[in-house]
């Protein structure tokens, strides 16, 4: 059959191929807004409309021409500056508009255009270290602490993509439009797909946190120092919620709040640290084993568990929690019944302890499965079953807090 | 089996097979003709019988023919117009060009109707062509209501071939009669009591079926009358059980079989590489559809012949003369009506399961998607969350703060939708069911006592949803102040609305169970569900003043249940075979106006495998409506519960729904104003091109885009059509060209779906993945141009406020966008749209020009400015 599928060399006439201009205008191509809605009229007229002419050739109008040079200059790895004259020919609808953008700056879409605006004026002589200084704050805006150095332009004022060595002129880094293949020229916007966005703030001695980089200006305050949240972007009214309560998260305009995660984090510190002194019981206990200790955990750090029973209620249903031996279920007069009694490590290293307890009783499970069980172990000050879920039948899910997980 | 078949059902085998020549003869000399209506009289010579006939012309090239009884002892039953027509049909003008006794002719506009008088039969001809024939093969039959005799014996004009001689046996009778005083004289032709394994429907009043042949000379493919798990192509069912519309609760439904599930849409359309032409039975109760296509061959002509038969009701037919696809779908929107547009989030993918157990969980859940970065826009929460299926209350233990965590999904702009089914429990201490008995809300059995039956919560009631005070009533029940902690981002879901009554005959409720104004469950069993819908979303509707588009997904439907919103295909399975049917199913649920529809992403039962699953997501992002649904005896199957690499494609294709939605929202908007199809079978597309008729294994999204989903276990190459002559397509991920008019094998891997923008077409993107459609509200739009080979494309934009209803009062904003002579205009068509869009386009991708830009130059009011390429 495949042998029929004649392909007639299309290969030679991908010459029409080539996904040919990424070209990008950074206005509003939807721009009645400029219009207000006393003027319906005009709008219907032709000249409201946008064109894009792609030049074919090099023979532009002078004063085209002119604009090009501006434009090339600035994508050729000079540092944001322009003449001063040349404000109004460049940009001219943006300019004339920029007054009435600032009124109604809540609907600017965050972008190039906006972020050219904001560039300062500078002295063409202006030392380029100056102007690092200057944009450096800019560039490295959702940067990794690591990486802050490679965002920085080199003498060239070039920036490179990460993972694809492109080069890029400066002034593309965080505007708003994705140009490294890699994803890396945007680390403080959302231009870019797969990005990631490290906060401002981060908590000291733990691991770098990020956010995937679409969650850059979406009106939801990931971060708790709000730099997620820069360009003041909030959701459409409807959706906003009242101030008056609070909810799983704060919506932009946001507020710093990095304190409660300093004050959570120091108290898991707290439990973590005097854990970790309880744990010498835990290890203790298995001290006489021999080299079965491993089954319980590096050193033998669960056996002790095994040698006790938890007994809780969970929304009416009794169990009895036996790690490593078995467990059990029971509800009212109804018979006990068992939800695995033959351990086996998921996994029992990096800080993540679940223990699977399998072979429980099978009727009346769909597939002809059994009954099973994970007990997740985690850092605790004494011996606590907290939750026992089945979030799909059959399968059961505990948490375990113990000083031996700390 | 708990449903039945065609012999199992009296009046199938009374209508399936006549041999006798039609018995029907017009009394042409009765006509009367008023502007628009031509009327008539039937006579049947053998019992007598006498019908009347209205054929009506009707605007944009319809027409409606209507028989019922010339003097019924009692009323016949007929759907109130409002409920599935929107209104009174338009009537068009007739002009009678030539009458004698032995036949009339009528024409209007391109219409031509001759209407011989013995043996009566119609024949349609559009523009010269004959293409529509009723009665040519005598099959009409309208069993007229005679009131039950004392024997319950009746004489039948039928006889049955002796083919099928061994019909004539008794049926079985076994199982427990529950009526002691059930005629069992008639159970051969089961005219009056019938049993079916050990349910007895008593038929009080006998006979009433109605049945006629409707021919399509000239065409060999039909299409429509869901919902069947089967082909595109409607097949020929020659000695085979004929196609069934009777929504029912059929788990796990086997695929490729004609059996009847949750809902019906009777319109067919017929089509040909010149003509396509539509009918639509206008007919509530149990139908069976026999089709007979004939291939052309030296001794006649190709023609699909159908014999349609129903139950109860009237005979009431709508001719749609098209003449092209387009114009049946707009023909059957004018009738039934198109799909609301819908709110925004509703597009996006929605998260379900038999039963997220309670607020941490629905937590965990939500916040498993941001944590692995996947978009998801609404959770949803299954019959387990009521207080003892208690619907409108909540499961107090574990949905403590419902209306908090209502709230916490609203602070992220997301939403939630409840199960909301229509039994309603019998317990003294539930609000619904004291105030529902109290005024006499619920459906009553034979005996004209509330009919009691068993579902989710035990023993229940059904409330009558035909009675208009009964969906008032409902639709007060979904206010913010009577369904306690629900908030305006809580939606609503309507299932087990066929209705689904454990133990009851076919899973549902007895054909003698009495409704509003003493119509029979019979008469209007598939417009149930469709009532409820409506209820729910007049409430919904109500909640906000009339101001946010209301949502609410339905498992029953008829046709117009498009306006009241989505459907889905109820309890399919996770195999390979299910997500195949899905295609067939969906385009057929699109040409039949239920355009927002899906199909539960991996399969509601059993569990999926990874491939499965991730073929499954790929496949359904191009469907119109997005949910991953499962049944609690499955395992869990969040996107992230997967393999890695799985998990990386499927937030690649979640990624690319959300990324496509400023083209998806385009065509529901277009969708609403016209009617027809959000995905569309190639033939829609290219109606000349015969290699498209029988495709069903790829799609249109719209005119631009052509989907071949990957659906097969294991494969690395997958042979797609890419129909036309003068058309060149681009595949989406590389941009390779192709031409049109080819089959070539596409080499696949697990991340890749083949799927190509049509050369000629410009689509609007959004390409930020944000968390759900609420944050997008402000991001930039990209514009991909694919030009065809004269280096021409074009596309448009719809955009507005994307949740309420101001787009009605002209709050929108409709872009047009040509590329030609090398030029991109962007221009506003619809001068009447007047609101100002929150983003603008930022990248413009040229797909397959030749020509290297240098330069771009933006006009904008007068002034021009440069950017570099």
Known sequence: MKKLLRKRGIWKLFILLGCVAIVYFSFQILSIRVLSTHHRKERESAHHNTEVDLETDSKLPEKKKYLLDQNIHARSGKLPHEPSDSKKLRFTPKVNRASKLRQVSQKVPIGKFQARVEEPVEDPQVDVEQIKAKWSLHWTRGVQDIHQSLYLPDREGLFTCLKTKKKLPASQINDDYCDCPDSSDEPGTSACPNGRFYCRFQLPGSPPQSIPSSRVNDGICDCCDTSDEWANVTLDNDLKLPDSKTYAVYQAPCHNHCDLLLKTKGAQDKVQALGARLKHKYLQAAGQLGKERETYGANGVFYLLSQGCANVVMSGYKYNICPFKKITQQHGSEPTVNLGEKPSWIQVHSGIYQLLMSDGAGFPCPNGLKRSTVITFQCGLQDQVTSVQENERCKYEVIYLTPAAC | ?869
């Open chain 2, 1 to 869: 089996m708990p449903f039945k078949s065609w012999r199992d059902s009296g009046f199938c085998r009374r209508q399936r097979y006549i041999d006798l020549p039609s018995l029907y003869t017009a009394t042409l000399d009765s006509t009367t003709t008023e502007d628009d209506t031509l009327g008539f009289a039937l006579h049947n010579t053998g019992n007598d019988h006498h019908l009347q006939v209205e054929l009506t012309g009707l605007q944009h090239n319809c027409a409606r023919l209507k028989i019922n009884e010339r003097q019924p002892v009692k009323p016949r039953y007929e759907i109130p117009v409002g409920d599935v027509l929107v209104q009174h049909p338009q009537k068009n003008k007739l002009n009678t060009l030539n009458r004698d006794e032995s036949s009339v002719t009528i024409t209007m506009n391109d219409v031509q109707a001759v209407i011989h008088a013995h043996p009566f039969q119609i024949e349609f001809t559009y523009q010269d062509t004959n293409v529509i024939n009723m009665n040519a093969r005598g099959l009409l039959n309208f069993e007229c209501l005679q009131g039950k005799t004392h024997s319950g014996k009746v004489k039948h004009k039928t006889t049955h071939s002796s083919m099928y001689e061994p019909l004539r046996k008794k049926p079985r009778t076994t199982g427990n009669q529950q009526s002691q005083d059930v005629d069992t004289d008639d159970t051969e032709l089961g005219e009056f009591a019938e049993s079916f394994g050990s349910f007895t429907d008593t038929n009080p009043n006998g006979p009433s079926s109605v049945g006629v042949d409707v021919d399509f000379p000239g065409f060999t493919h039909v299409y429509g009358i869901p919902e069947h798990a089967e082909s595109l192509c409607l097949k020929s069912t020659r000695n085979k059980e004929p196609y069934r519309l009777f929504n029912l609760d059929v788990y796990g439904y086997e695929t490729h079989s004609p059996q009847s599930l949750y809902g019906s849409v009777p319109l067919m359309i017929a089509h040909s590489e010149e003509q396509t032409v539509g009918m639509f039975w206008h007919n509530a109760s149990d139908t069976w559809i026999d089709i007979d296509i004939q291939e052309s061959d030296k001794k006649q002509k190709a023609q699909t012949n159908t014999h349609w038969f129903s139950e109860s009701g009237v005979i009431d037919i709508f001719l749609l003369f098209g003449p092209t696809p387009e114009d049946v779908f707009s023909q059957y929107g004018l009738l039934t009506g198109t799909t609301p547009l819908p709110p925004l989030f509703a597009l996006g993918y929605h998260q379900s399961r038999w039963n997220y157990k309670d607020e941490d969980d629905v937590r965990k859940v939500d916040s498993g998607f941001d944590t692995h970065g996947i978009p998801y826009d609404v959770l949803w929460l299954d019959i387990e969350h009521t207080d003892k299926k208690k619907y409108f209350t909540w499961d107090k233990i574990n949905f403590p703060n419902a209306r908090k965590m209502i709230e916490d999904l609203s602070a992220k702009g997301r939403k939630m939708v409840t199960i909301v089914d229509p039994h309603i429990k019998q317990d003294e201490d539930y609000t619904i069911y004291k105030e529902a008995s109290q005024r006499n809300y619920f459906v009553k059995n034979k005996d004209s006592i509330p009919y009691e039956g068993k579902c989710w919560p035990g023993l229940s009631h059904w409330l009558d949803f035909t009675n208009p005070e009964v969906r008032q009533y409902w639709s007060s029940k979904c206010g913010i102040d009577q369904y306690k902690e629900s908030t305006e981002d809580l939606y609503i879901w309507n299932d087990m609305n066929e209705p689904s009554v454990f133990e009851g005959p076919e899973t549902t409720l007895y054909k003698d169970c009495i409704h509003h104004k003493g119509w029979e469950h019979r008469d209007l069993h598939n417009t149930y569900g469709m009532y409820q819908h409506m209820a729910t979303n007049q409430g919904l509707l109500a909640r906000s003043g009339g101001k946010k588009r209301p949502f609410v997904l339905s498992r029953s439907f008829f046709a117009g249940s498009q306006r009241w919103g989505a459907v889905w295909t109820g309890d399919n399975v996770a195999t390979w075979e299910h997500l195949q049917i899905t295609v067939p199913m969906l385009l057929t649920l699109n040409i039949t106006g239920m355009t927002f529809s899906g199909a539960d992403i991996g399969g509601f039962a059993k569990n999926p495998t990874p491939e499965l699953l991730t073929r499954w997501y790929q496949t359904a992002a191009f469907q119109p409506f997005f949910r991953g649904h499962s049944s609690h005896k499955t395992e869990r199957r969040e996107p992230w519960l997967q393999p890695e690499e799985n998990i990386k494609i499927t937030r690649d294709a979640i990624c690319m729904r959300y990324s496509w939605l400023p083209y998806w929202y385009t065509l529901f908007y277009h969708g609403e104003v016209k009617g027809g199809p959000l995905i569309k079978p190639l033939w829609v597309a290219f109606p000349r091109d015969k290699v498209t008729f029988d495709a069903d294994d790829c799609f249109m999204l719209g005119s631009a885009v052509l989907v071949h989903p990957v659906m097969e276990e294991g494969v690395s190459e997958i042979s797609v059509l890419l129909p036309g002559k003068e058309e060149v397509w681009y595949d989406v991920d590389d941009h390779k060209l192709y031409v049109g008019a080819e089959t070539y094998a596409i080499p696949v891997t697990l991340s890749k779906i083949p799927i190509f923008q049509r050369g000629g077409y410009i689509i609007p993107r959004r390409d930020r993945a944000r968390s759900s459609t609420a944050h997008s509200w402000a991001d930039p739009y990209t514009l991909i141009v694919c030009v065809n080979k004269q280096i021409f494309a074009k596309g448009d934009l719809y955009v507005d406020d994307f949740q309420t209803l101001n787009y009605k009062n002209g709050e929108y904003c409709h872009r047009e966008f040509i590329f030609e002579n090398a030029t991109l205009t962007n221009r506003n068509c619809d001068t009447s749209g007047v609101y100002e869009p929150k983003a603008g386009v930022k990248e413009v991708i040229i797909v397959g020009s030749s020509l290297k830009p240098t330069s771009a130059i933006i006009h904008w009011q007068n002034q021009a400015q440069v950017e570099e390429t």
